[in-house]
Nanobody, 126 residues
């Protein structure tokens, strides 16, 4: 399995970006999918996760209402729509796939994912 994230870039505060993560391999729909981020000098943190079918989603509280995770199982792709971006959203964003499912992926301190992508940099200027 390989995960390839894209869509990062430089955006002004208040702007939007949409990240994509393409899953290469078998059984995309068998995995919960998630996004995590790591800001300079900080630990990696959970952003959002989505269940195998896409029915349920989970978010870190600070991102609720601004970020939306979705997936297209016909395209083996998971997305993260980010609106109302703030300078503190600046980070490298990583997608992850885990057979334990989205709810487990959302638990604090759980980073033992089956697969990680390489990340895409999002920079929000003030």
């Amino acid at each position: 399995v390989q995960l390839q994230a894209s869509g990062g870039g430089l955006v002004q505060a208040g702007g939007s970006l949409r990240l994509s993560c393409v899953f290469s391999g078998r059984s995309f729909s068998a995995y919960g999918m998630g996004w995590f981020r790591q800001a300079p000098g900080k630990e990696r943190e959970f952003v959002a996760a989505i269940t195998r079918s896409g029915t349920n989603t989970y978010y870190q509280d600070s991102m609720k209402g601004r970020f939306t995770i979705s997936r297209d199982n016909t395209k083996n792709t998971v997305y993260l729509q980010m609106n109302s971006l703030k300078p503190e959203d600046t980070a490298v964003y990583y997608c992850a796939a885990d057979s334990s499912g989205a709810q487990t992926m959302s638990k604090a301190g759980y980073y033992d994912m089956d697969h990680w992508g390489k990340g895409t940099l999002v920079t929000v200027s003030s």
